[in-house]
Structure formats: C-alpha cells, structure tokens
C-alpha cells in the first residue's frame, strides 16, 4: 500500500503545487501594481525589505482564500487523471477500496488545514497589519513603525493606560506611559507616569523615573500619603494584571486578529458595553477562525466524486458540479454569517452549519461511487 500512496500523492501533488504557484503569482502580480506605482513616486521609500513584507503579508491575507480553490482544481484535475487513463477502475477491480485511494489527497488536505490555520494564528496577523500599513502610506513607511499615541482600558476601566509608543513585536516594553488607577465609582487615585515600562516576572515595572499624582474622590490633586514619596527611580505595578498581549490586543486591528488575540480583547470590550449585534459580530468571527480550514477539507471532499464523475461521464459536467458545490458553499456561509450578526443563529451553530450541510453532501456523494 505504500507504493499506491506515494503514487497518488505524487499524482496529486505536482497539480496542486502548479496551482498553488500560478494562483500566488496571480495575487501577487495584482498586488504588484501599488508597488510598481510606489517605486515611480519620488516621496515613496520602496525598500527590497518593505517590497518583501508587503507582498509576503498581503499574500498571508489571502492564503486562507486560495488553498480551498487550490485543492479544488488539483483534486478534479487528479481525479479525472486516474479515470482517464483507466488507473481508478484497475485500482478497484484489485480490492482496493476508494478511502485507501483517496488517503493521500485527504492527508494533504489536512496539513494544508493546519497550516492555514497556523498562518491565520501566528503569521497573518502581523504580516498583514504590516502589508496594510505600508499601503495605507503610500510605502513612505516600513509597515514596522512601532504604534504611536495607544492606550488600553482594563476591564470596568478600573485601570487606564497612555501609552506614547507600542512596538507590537516587542509588547513588553513601553515608552512614555501615563497609567491611571480609578476607584470604583471611576474617580482618578493615582496617576504614575514613566518614561518606560517593562513586563517583568509576571509584573509591570515603571523604570526611568517614576512621577506619581494622588487624586481625592473628586478627582482633585492631593498631597501625596504620608511615607510616599512623589518621584521614585522604579516602581512596580502589582495591581495591573494585564499582560503585554493583553494591552497589544486592544491595539492590532480586530479583522486581522488571530482567534486567541480577539477572545482575548472580547473581556475587555464587554465591559465596554458593546451592542447586541457587535457581541453576535464578533463570537461569529472568532468562531469562523477555527471553521475557515475546515473548507479546505470539504472543498477537497466534494471535488473527488465530482472528479470520478467526470472521468466516467464528461469532464464539463464534473467541472459544473464541483464549481456548484464550491460556490453553494461560500453563498450557505454568508447566508449563516447574516444570520448571526441579527440573532437568528447563534454564532456557533452558524459557523458549523456550511460544514454539517457539505459534510452530509460530501458523504451521500461517496456513497453512491461505483
């Protein structure tokens, strides 16, 4: 059986790897239009670094798109291959049975899921919050600026923080912070102000001379408590529980956001009093993360029998029935995506509804293979 695995994997996996280059390099050249224009603009800095990070991030962006067509085209193409040459039926007629043939397109399948998962988790979210900065400057930035002028409100806003810069790729150091703790009715206590602030075994530490201002119920300024001095070189912050993800969260923005990052951010912004249909918005779109790869598994599930179909009957018809699916699949998703955000649905159950209905269809298709 192991020679019938490589076989089919090498089958499949040169289409795939064809489709895979020529869809990326589509994305690419389109994209390549804004760098193309940038580098005739003499107020643009158009880097080999900043070209890179800007079509390597817009790419990430798009790769969860481009793997479920990829494995669509390549398994119809496979597919029809091994019916066309007669391959699929001598397979058959030895007792093979269609899931051991079948095996190494599922496999892959898998893998691509997972790795289009990780991209969404650990890779788009910076890479593509790069690419956009970049473009929304017209490429006069590197798209590696650290943030400027952020905050972030802790939960009940008991804490406020000021922050005069953010560098989301280093969240554990922070320059010229303002942090306010409030009282529970939201009047100011104490404001400590610090050229640094550095996350430290679990704790915030203020660095670099630390200015405190200590504030009566009616947030006016008092004299310090008696024994605490004013200005200190270091002072820790043992109340501010947020962590450095926590605080860079609330800045990256939601679309681009891995799944962690917004359940994350969703504590604090339930505090905040979001509406109704924002809380639907978002459970949707943080539940979509996790449904998102499992396209590429049911794209790949419906594309075999439409392929076998194909090879026995006509290839137009196989095609009709593949690309129907496919196109069913995405319009069910948006249908249950509106659903969501009015209520209809619960989130959860929207998500998972596209993958229940294709799934059964998938299977019934499997079924009724000769």
Same mark, same amino acid.
């Given at each position: %059986? ?6 089919? *994997?090498?089958?499949?996996? @040169?289409? =795939? !790897? $064809?489709?895979? &280059? ?75 049975? %269609? ?6 397109? *599922?496999?892959?399948?898998? @893998?691509? =899921? !997972? $790795?289009?998962? &990780? ?252």
């Amino acid at each position: %059986m192991s020679i019938l695995f490589r076989y089919v *994997l090498r089958g499949f996996a @040169v289409p =795939a !790897g $064809l489709c895979l &280059a020529g869809l990326c390099s589509l994305t690419l050249l389109f994209m390549s239009f804004d760098l193309i224009g940038a580098c005739f603009d003499p107020k643009a800095n158009v880097t080999l670094r900043s070209a890179l990070d800007f079509l390597g991030g817009t790419l990430s962006a798009y790769l969860e798109w481009l793997l479920p067509a990829v494995f669509l085209l390549a398994t119809l193409y496979t597919m029809w291959q091994f019916c066309r040459h007669g391959e699929l039926i001598a397979m058959r007629a030895s007792g093979i049975g %269609m899931a051991t043939v079948v095996m190494p397109i *599922l496999l892959t399948a898998l @893998v691509a =899921a !997972g $790795l289009s998962f &990780a991209n969404t988790e650990l890779i788009k979210p910076t890479a593509a919050a790069r690419a956009r900065a970049i473009k929304d400057s017209d490429f006069r930035l590197s798209g590696r600026e650290p943030f400027r002028g952020v905050g972030y409100a802790a939960p009940g806003n008991v804490r406020v923080w000021v922050i005069g810069e953010l560098d989301p790729a280093v969240p554990e150091t922070l320059r010229d912070v303002r942090v306010t703790f409030n009282r529970p009715d939201g009047s100011k206590r104490v404001t400590y102000e610090a050229p640094t602030a550095r996350w430290l075994d679990g704790a915030w530490w203020l660095q670099g001379g630390v200015r405190a201002t200590f504030y009566d119920e009616l947030d006016t300024v008092v004299a310090p408590p008696e024994g605490v001095p004013a200005e200190t070189p270091v002072k820790p912050l043992y109340e501010a529980t947020e962590t450095p993800r926590q605080i860079r969260a609330q800045n990256m923005d939601a679309e681009l956001a891995s799944a962690a990052d917004r359940k994350v951010n969703r504590k604090t912004r339930d505090q905040a009093g979001l509406t109704t249909r924002q809380k639907h918005e978002d459970s949707y779109a943080t539940y979509n993360h996790y449904a998102a790869p499992v396209s590429i598994l049911l794209v790949t599930l419906f594309a075999i029998p439409a392929g076998i179909a194909s090879g026995r009957q006509s290839v137009f018809r196989g095609i009709l029935l593949a690309l129907g699916l496919f196109l069913a699949y995405y319009a069910i998703t948006a249908l249950s995506m509106l659903l969501a955000n009015h209520g209809i649905v619960k989130p959860a159950l929207a998500v998972a509804l596209p993958s229940i209905v294709f799934g059964a269809a998938s299977f019934g298709l499997f079924r009724r293979l000769r």
